[in-house]
Antibody
Framework: QVQLQESGPGLVKPSQTLSLTCTVS??????????WSWIRQPPGKGLEWIGY???????YYNPSLKSRVDISVDTSKTQFSLKLSSVTAADTAVYYC??????????????WGQGTLVTVSS | DIVMTQSPLSLSVTPGEPASISCRSS???????????LDWYLQKPGQSPQLLIY???NRASGVPGRFSGSGSGTDFTLKIRRVEAEDVGVYYC?????????FGQGTRLEIK
């Protein structure tokens, strides 16, 4: 059973770069048909898709964040990572990683990691 | 972007009674492959979201039979046949037809 776990600093200063890693266990990050995703949730608010990446390196981003986001994958470590630059307080959120099933008859996120709170503050 | 609109935004239900949540998309979620790319998720208090329904009407593994999804095109409904205490949380619809993937605002369900 695939499990995902986020890790990274819980506090980032304004204007700096937020960096998080998601470690995949119980399955292969190189499996066909799956994209590895980042989704965030500001405190008390709804869900926002940030982007996802295929193990080949092909990535798709939310246009609202595209200029500041970079998602990468390290298949040797079964990890994928998120970098969000020039952060402000508006980027304070719980960040989730999740697997996106993109098969020919698929289109859903499952499973999700437990999430990690990142606070942007000086 | 496809805008997802849920109603109501909050719901208070007596255990054993039914519940229904509506989700409307700004454009049809029907793909050329014949599948409708609408999912439902439940975020229980203090937890990450979990998949309930995929492709409009298919229950995810382990999801109780009291949950059902229906609808087509731009109008969708999540129904809980008889609400139980463990169903509390926030329900989100989500479209996966095109990027950016977008979610509804969420509907908070509480038990009376």
């Amino acid at each position: 059973q695939v499990q995902l776990q986020e890790s990274g600093p819980g506090l980032v200063k304004p204007s700096q770069t937020l960096s998080l890693t998601c470690t995949v266990s119980g399955g292969s990050i190189r499996s066909d048909g799956f994209y590895w995703s980042w989704i965030r949730q500001p405190p008390g608010k709804g869900l926002e898709w940030i982007g996802y990446i295929y193990y080949s390196g092909t990535a798709y981003y939310n246009p609202s964040l595209k200029s500041r986001v970079d998602i990468s994958v390290d298949t040797s470590k079964t990890q994928f990572s998120l970098k969000l630059s020039s952060v402000t307080a508006a980027d304070t959120a719980v960040y989730y990683c999740a697997r996106y099933d993109s098969g020919s008859r698929a289109g859903w996120f499952d499973p999700w990691g437990q999430g990690t709170l990142v606070t942007v503050s000086s | 972007d496809i805008v997802m609109t849920q109603s109501p935004l909050s719901l208070s239900v007596t255990p054993g009674e039914p519940a229904s949540i509506s989700c409307r998309s700004s454009q049809s979620l029907l793909n050329s492959n014949g599948y409708t790319y609408l999912d439902w998720y439940l975020q229980k208090p203090g937890q990450s979201p979990q998949l309930l329904i995929y492709l409009g009407s298919n229950r995810a593994s382990g999801v109780p039979g009291r949950f059902s999804g229906s609808g087509s095109g731009t109008d969708f409904t999540l129904k809980i046949r008889r609400v139980e205490a463990e169903d509390v949380g926030v329900y989100y619809c989500m479209q996966a037809l095109q990027t950016p993937v977008t979610f509804g605002q969420g509907t908070r369900l509480e038990i009376k």
